[in-house]
């Protein structure tokens, strides 16, 4: 463990900030998230087993065929409807080894922030976060959700690194709104 944070020492080392993505990067939502897409795909009549293995579930799902990447603001909304879905079922992912470990350690010497692409905004799931443990008031959180309907990673990226390219970090930790220059929420 020390040779990594030598490591990601030596990488940080000239950065701002440290941005680690949250589903099956630090929590494994693939089980929950498949049963949470069974229960919208029914709503449109449409079947996914809930017994699909989780590995080939994640390829199909990381290969952007869930629905077709074609019809982009169609599928933002659906990947809404699940993630909201995923929420309410309150039957969330399992952290993923030493992941409360990283955040911790790095949230004390880099600004942290967990990343992800949910189309949801990230005050809707820091309950989730609080109970893997994770230390929300030392973090911050930056979703796709709280840019704008059909906002991508990408998206969401390029609006994180004008903010800490342009040195406008924000000062001390969760626990709270911080308001950006563009009016948007986020923990």
């Known amino acids: 463990m020390t040779e990594f944070w030598r490591r990601l020492g030596r990488v940080l080392s000239s950065s701002k900030a440290l941005f680690i ?19 919208v795909w029914s709503e449109y009549g449409w079947n996914i087993d809930i017994d699909t293995d989780p590995r080939a579930f994640i390829k199909t799902y990381y290969k952007e065929r869930l629905p077709s990447p074609s019809e982009p603001m169609a599928r933002w909304y659906f990947w809404k409807a699940v993630w909201m879905k995923y929420l309410e079922n309150r ?3 399992r952290p993923m ?31 989730e976060l609080q109970s893997y ?8 959180v930056y979703s796709t959700g709280d840019l704008w309907p059909g ?9 994180l690194a ?8 924000f000062q001390g930790g969760g626990g709270g709104y911080k308001r950006l220059a563009e009016g948007h929420k986020i923990y």
Do not use: H, W
């Open 162 to 169: 004008n903010i800490y390219e342009g040195g406008r970090c």
């Open 91 to 93: 039957r969330y992912g």
């Open 21 to 39: 993505d949250l589903d099956m990067t630090l929590i494994d939502t693939s089980q929950e998230l498949i049963i949470a897409i069974s229960n």
């Open 133 to 140: 443990g994770f230390p929300t008031r030392l973090i911050r």
């Open 97 to 127: 080894l030493c992941s409360d470990i990283l955040l911790t350690a790095s949230s004390g010497r880099y600004i942290t922030a967990i990343v992800t692409g949910r189309e949801v905004k990230a005050e809707m799931f820091m309950e």
């Open 151 to 159: 906002a991508t990673k990408r998206d969401l990226y390029e609006y």
